[in-house]
């Protein structure tokens, strides 16, 4: 097999992992391989791939047997191919037997790959599934240029355990990089074009250095010049500190969106999750965040058909709903992931067609709130920050501070941050008029 030449990067599942896949571009990059929007016209095809959700290891074999299928009908030898990601750490030398891929390399590890790639192009075996404490950060490069919004990682990992989950196993124990080089990244981000900056993490209000907790980070954000906007995700309410609550209340920068996954309404279930929040101490946490920034938007998650949920339980979820009334939410049904607890409970499954039609359930709920959220917007005027084109000639969509795409007509460019009336409102997105700044 030869050196390649063009490279794609294809990536599966949350942020953490969308700017993952992003870093590794940037290491193909940085040796002299060029990007290519066509996974079949790639000579390296990087799959970052996603554990959390149900049969995600065959998925990746399917894509698998798809590009070498792709190749063969173009004409072409076979690509290398690199599996990363939450599945190669998990699966990492069972998919080098079963797929025979060139490279395998773990979420925490992949600072690695040009050497695993270039150690594959000798023919070589290339597995690298180590987990050494955040250090590929200090091997990854410089950013490269970006668009208007950016993703930054702050923290790795999990310490938590919740018995349906396999981050802890995947990506590691709780991990924070350390303040000076966010920061540092923060500002090349910016140069190279970014405004609104999200800061990501497992567990990203863990994060801390020394004495600082997240507040600190994001209070030195704010005083990043070209930097106008600052999100972060994902939150676990135990770590929902009143320092972090208040930054909600003194930092203009930081956007009145929080995403805090509550996953159930049932103490119960929530016990048998390892969630190590009640439903009451999770709705305490939201009282004190509103009286901080009384137009925040709340975002959570929820899974149902977890083992053993009864009927009443379910309920207790849906009441939950209606009294939080989120803006947002992302909703599943249980699925077992190899080696957790929740797993073993075989003998408490609920039955797929009762989870099925209680996922259609709750999703109905969460679609009212939704949409009542997006239509109390209307007649509301705030700052657009224009992030692509829309369909026809002259529509620009951008994203509203509480996190809702807008379509407007303008003659605005990708990066400008418009003041817009909104004037519609529909379940997923919003209509808006930009304003017309007066003559000087």
């Known amino acids: 097999m030869t050196d390649p030449k063009t490279y794609h990067v294809k990536s599966y599942g949350c942020q953490m992992n969308v700017y993952d896949g992003e870093r590794m571009a940037e290491l193909m990059a940085a040796q002299g391989l060029t990007a290519s929007d066509d996974p079949n016209a790639a000579d390296l095809v990087v799959l970052n791939t996603c554990h959390i959700r149900e049969k995600a290891t065959e998925k990746v074999y399917s894509e698998i047997g798809r590009l070498r299928k792709g190749a063969a009908e173009l004409g072409r030898d076979k690509p290398m191919i690199a599996i990363a990601g939450c599945v190669a750490q998990a699966e990492g030398e069972e998919i080098i037997r079963r797929a025979k891929v060139d ?3 773990g ?14 192009a000798k023919g070589q075996a290339s597995l690298d599934t180590d987990m050494p404490a955040i250090a590929k950060f200090g091997a990854l490069p410089a950013r490269r240029k970006v668009g208007p919004t950016a993703f930054l ?3 790795e990992g999990c310490d938590k355990f919740c018995t349906y989950c396999v981050v802890p196993y995947t990506r590691g124990a709780e991990v924070s990089r350390g303040f000076d080089a966010l920061v540092d990244e923060a500002k090349a981000l910016v140069d190279t074009g970014a405004r609104e900056i999200t800061l990501l993490g497992q567990n990203v209000n863990a994060w801390s250095d020394g004495d600082q907790g997240l507040e600190h980070l994001i209070m030195a954000l704010d005083k990043v010049a070209g930097l106008e906007r600052i999100r972060y995700t994902t939150s676990h ?4 500190t009143q320092g972090l609550i208040d930054a909600h209340a003194h930092v203009e920068k930081l956007m009145p969106f929080l995403h805090l996954p509550v996953q159930a309404g049932s103490d119960r279930v929530l016990k048998a999750m390892n969630r190590s929040h009640s439903r009451d101490s999770y709705l305490r946490i939201l009282d004190r965040v509103r009286a901080a920034r009384p137009d925040i938007a709340l975002s959570g998650d929820f899974i149902v058909g977890f083992p053993g949920e009864t009927d009443a339980e379910f309920e207790e979820t849906l009441s939950l709903v209606d009294e939080v009334c989120y803006a947002q939410c992302f909703s599943f049904k249980y699925s077992p992931r190899p080696g957790t607890p929740a797993a073993e409970m075989v003998d408490d499954f609920i039955p797929d067609d009762v989870a099925s039609e209680r996922l259609q359930r709750l999703q109905a709920a969460l679609n009212v709130h939704q949409q009542a959220f997006n239509e109390a917007t209307v007649g509301k005027s705030c700052d657009v920050l224009i992030e692509r084109k829309g369909r026809h000639a002259g529509q620009m969509i951008g994203k509203s501070p509480w ?3 807008v379509h407007l ?3 605005a460019q990708i990066g400008d941050m418009v003041t817009v009336d909104i004037v519609s409102a529909g379940p997923n997105s919003l209509g808006g008029v930009a304003k017309v700044k007066a003559a000087a």
């Open 409 to 411: 007509e303008t003659h």
């Open 403 to 405: 996190l809702q795409s």
């Open 153 to 155: 990682t702050v923290q």
């Open 103 to 105: 490279v395998v390399v």
């Open 107 to 120: 979420p925490q590890a992949y600072h690695n790959l040009p050497q695993l790639v270039a150690d594959a």
């Open 237 to 240: 309410p135990n770590d929902m």
